[in-house]
């Protein structure tokens, strides 16, 4: 029982350590002094916390993050704020990344001009792939400069997140799911458009599953949800509890991750959900049970991807 007890835990601390890939960094400065809501708060790790300030004299807003040594990221994500969804105006859509080694010299690895990519959503991460001349350079200090917001003069994030690798898609393919083989069967959640959808309403077999499989063993780090092309109109079709499991002889099966009342999908149509697995582990085929929906029993959505 010892071994086994040993071989779970590192198991899970492997899942961990999977899952905490981005680089660890410590604040250098930013603007604002507020313990709660300061800019040291960009970087402690938590979502629930924010760097929210307000100090038009002091823009462009301005966070210095030391990685530690010298680096090159490959990816940086800017996690949104915990209330953003009633306070989308604070999102940045003008930044500046630079990198640098003393402080004093910056060279420019990314710049942003009206970007609205990030969604009116509570805590969700978005991330963005440098593309100056500058970006494949190694530094230890970067630089984020925040020129304009989607209205006003108040800033709030979550987290900026630096990462030296690429989240990339995994290529699923569709194993089985629930419902017939139709023009809206459950193989349309992986067949790569959102104009199709899987979209059901059969009460005697929910929960809804499908399996995907992913090819290989693979570790995933997200999973992604599309909503359909009506929910506007339909969002009780949204889910709200599901579970997500994995397997590598589809037989026995390991809880990854499970929502229970999550009502972040909104009635938006096409829109992309993102979700990070409590636990990660190496695995074959992928298990998505929906549960119940916002309302009724019928479901939809148009697609689920993995990502690693």
């Known amino acids: 029982m010892r071994h086994l007890s040993l071989i779970l835990i590192l198991s899970f601390a492997c899942g961990q350590a999977l899952a905490q890939s981005s680089i660890k960094t410590t604040l250098v400065k930013g603007p604002g002094r507020d313990r709660l809501e300061g800019p040291a708060m960009i970087c ?13 004299r002091e823009m462009p807003y301005t966070i210095i993050l030391d990685a530690g040594q010298q680096t090159n990221i490959a990816e940086y994500g800017f996690t949104t704020g915990d209330d ?16 640098s080694n003393d402080k004093e010299t910056w060279q420019t690895i990314d710049d942003q001009k009206n970007n609205h990519s990030l969604p009116a959503e509570n805590e969700q991460e978005y991330r963005f792939r440098p593309t100056a001349a ?9 630089r984020f400069e925040f ?10 994030l979550s987290e900026i997140s630096l990462y ?27 067949d790569g458009r959102l104009y199709t959808k899987w979209c059901i ?28 092309d009506d929910t506007h109109s339909y969002p009780d079709r949204n889910p709200v509890s599901w579970r997500v499991s994995g397997s590598n002889d589809k037989e026995t099966w390991t809880t990854l991750d499970e929502q229970k009342g999550n009502r972040r999908l ?32 019928r479901f939809q959505l148009s697609e689920i991807r993995l990502y690693k």
């Open 147 to 156: 020129f304009r917001l989607a209205g006003g003069t108040r800033i709030q």
């Open 164 to 190: 030296n690798t690429i989240q990339t898609p995994v290529k699923a393919t569709f194993v089985s799911g629930s419902g017939q083989a139709t023009k809206e069967g459950a193989a349309m959640v992986c």
């Open 44 to 56: 402690d790790g938590k979502t629930n916390t924010k760097w929210c300030v307000d100090i038009p």
């Open 84 to 99: 953003t969804s009633m306070y989308p105006e604070r999102n940045p859509i003008t930044w500046r990344v630079s990198g």
């Open 134 to 142: 500058g970006a494949k350079s190694e530094f230890r200090y970067f």
């Open 266 to 297: 909104r009635d938006e149509n096409e829109q992309e959900y993102r979700f990070k697995p409590a636990v990660i582990g190496q695995y074959r085929y992928y298990r998505f049970e929906f549960i119940r929906m916002t309302n009724g029993t």
């Open 201 to 228: 309403d059969e009460p005697r077999q929910m929960p809804y599953t499908v399996i995907l499989d992913a090819g290989s063993q693979t570790p995933v780090s997200e999973y992604r949800f599309w909503t359909g």
